[in-house]
């Protein structure tokens, strides 16, 4: 049980930073608080949480109104998040229906908690037994009722966006938060709706009937879960993209240092002036986009400052080598200038230009930068032969 | 000067700083490649009435945006440019009147700090951008969605 609840409580956390950046929108507080008020909600049905309120306070069960109030804010802020991101012509009108309708469920549960749960034993299980007086038949319905409407236009929401986006992760993130709603519903329709009826004022409680409550139990809090995870599954896709990003990049960066170094005496003048950097950049690990963007070019500026000093005739003979060895034409390229650069730089460092080279190094302006640095660490692998 | 200009990551850096500079400077500024041996590989040559920025033709895409950025940068950073004379202007170009040359920057070397600046704001303009790898929202209610959600490009 505390699983989903340290999940939840993880998400809106990850989510603060964002929260904190953007206090100003609007859209942004209202997610947020939608999930702070999920958190809460699925702490205070933590049983131990739930009987310590109890006896703190002198009032039994008192976390049982409090635990779903705050489940119906969540509700609430969601709705409202969902409707001013929907836009539509009469969003503020619908968002004040339903914080109409939330306050009124929250009175009911505020009305009807002296008259029915806190006169029963302080116990987390009296959230499961058959309702014994009024008050607990009317707060069971009124959360019941409020479940059927409320999650249920969230899940619609979520799916109406499920549907119209266009990325992936958002796709799928929307499909479980709707899910999840369902999940819930089915839920909290099945107990507080169906079975309350069924067993009011009934003393006992069968074991099937235990059981089946406690799965139907986990099933809620999977759902509030599979919301909270829908909502962050935009997000810690990217985080996850990030890192992959930070481990080819890394990689990739390590791979060219031979040829870096190769052609580090002709291009030093061009080495990347670190003045004026800021230290983070200084730290190992840390930018490595940057840094390897920089080797790139300093490679690349290498090559240009070769260009003049490279040896026609050896480059021909290394052609053929590569050829005798069945590279693949990208890769015979790539070849030839590993085989072909330490002369070249020593043409350059003796100042003795040769005739232009036959093998051009340039390639078509159609390619990208990501070809550039795949020839490159192609180049680097044969220079390490 | 990285902040003011605000660059998003779906535009073409080299694009969307040419238009910038020529509205800022109210000339036209050119792009010219030279498949030339022996010059630098980028240079910003002031005329009178326009800039010229010549860049390496032999050089690979990637490395030709780099150049092109490192010469723009100089414009962004206000640089005055070294006096070219008109000798020098007569035996560098072909096509331009040396007599209009009033200032010019070579990328070659490190050597001043106007090329040390120009080169570090190249780098930081052009590091960070890569194609985006997620698909653009069409809908405008998802992008606000998604933005509120801390998942748009506006947030991180």
């Known amino acids: 049980l505390i699983t989903f609840t340290v999940l939840v409580w993880l998400v809106t956390l990850a989510k603060l930073p964002v929260a904190w950046r953007q206090r100003q929108d609007v859209l942004a507080r209202a997610f947020w608080l939608a999930l702070v008020s999920l958190a809460i909600c699925m702490t205070l049905d933590q049983p131990p949480l739930y009987r310590a309120i109890g006896e703190w306070t002198g009032v039994p069960n008192l976390a049982f109104p409090i635990t779903y109030a705050a489940g119906v804010i969540a509700g609430f802020w969601c709705q409202a998040f969902l409707w001013a991101t929907a836009s539509s012509a009469d969003a503020v009108q619908r968002i004040r229906r339903r914080a109409g309708f939330a306050a009124a469920t929250v009175a009911m549960i505020a009305l009807s908690a002296p008259f029915g749960p806190t006169l029963l034993p302080n116990t987390h299980d009296v959230t499961h037994l058959p309702p014994q007086h009024w008050g607990d038949l009317l707060l069971r319905l009124s959360i019941a009722a409020w479940t059927a409407l409320s999650l249920g236009d969230i899940a619609w929401l979520c799916l109406r966006f499920s549907r119209q986006a266009a990325g992936r992760p958002l796709r799928i993130g929307m499909l479980l938060a709707s899910a999840g709603c369902v999940l819930v519903i089915t839920r909290l329709l099945l107990e507080y709706g169906v079975y309350s009826v069924l067993a009011w004022h009934r003393d006992h409680q069968s074991t099937g009937e235990l059981a089946l409550i406690r799965w139907l139990n986990l099933g809620t809090l999977l759902g509030f879960a599979m919301i909270a995870l829908g909502l962050g599954v935009p997000a810690l896709t990217r985080r996850v993209a990030a890192i992959a990003a930070w481990v080819r990049d890394l990689t990739r960066y390590r791979r060219l240092r031979a040829l870096w170094l190769a052609l580090r005496p002709v291009s030093a003048t061009l080495n990347w002036p670190g003045y004026r950097l800021p230290l983070i950049h200084r730290v190992p690990l840390v930018a490595v986009s940057g840094r390897l963007y920089r080797r790139v070019i300093e490679i690349q500026d290498g090559f240009l400052a070769i260009r003049p000093y490279r040896d026609a005739e050896l480059e021909r003979a290394m052609h053929r080598e590569a050829i005798h060895r069945g590279l693949p034409a990208h890769s015979a390229t790539a070849f030839v200038e590993a085989r072909t650069v330490r002369t070249a730089v020593e043409g350059f460092l003796r100042g003795i230009p040769v005739e232009r080279c036959a093998v051009d190094t340039a390639r078509s302006q159609e390619q990208e930068s990501q070809d550039e640095v795949r020839h490159l660490l192609t180049v680097a692998s044969f220079l390490r032969d | ?156």
Do not use: K
Request: net charge negative.
């Open chain 2, 1 to 156: 000067v990285l902040r003011t200009l605000a660059l998003s990551a779906a535009d073409s850096a080299v694009q969307s700083l040419t238009s910038r500079i020529e509205a800022d400077r109210g000339r036209p500024l050119r792009l010219i490649p030279v498949a030339q041996e022996g010059l630098p590989c980028g240079m910003w040559v002031s005329l009178e009435d326009a800039d010229l920025v010549y860049y390496s033709a032999v050089a690979s895409p990637g490395h030709q945006r780099h150049i092109i950025c490192h010469e723009l940068a100089h414009l962004l950073l206000d640089h005055p440019g070294a006096d070219v004379t008109r000798n020098a202007a007569r035996l560098l170009f072909t096509g331009v009147d040396p007599r209009t040359v009033t200032a010019m920057l070579s990328r070659s070397s490190y050597d001043t700090a106007e090329e040390r600046e120009a080169e570090l704001l190249a780098t930081l303009i052009l590091q960070g951008r890569r194609t985006a790898d997620r698909p653009t929202e069409r809908d405008a209610r998802v992008r606000r969605l998604t933005s509120a959600m801390g998942d748009g490009p506006e947030t991180d």
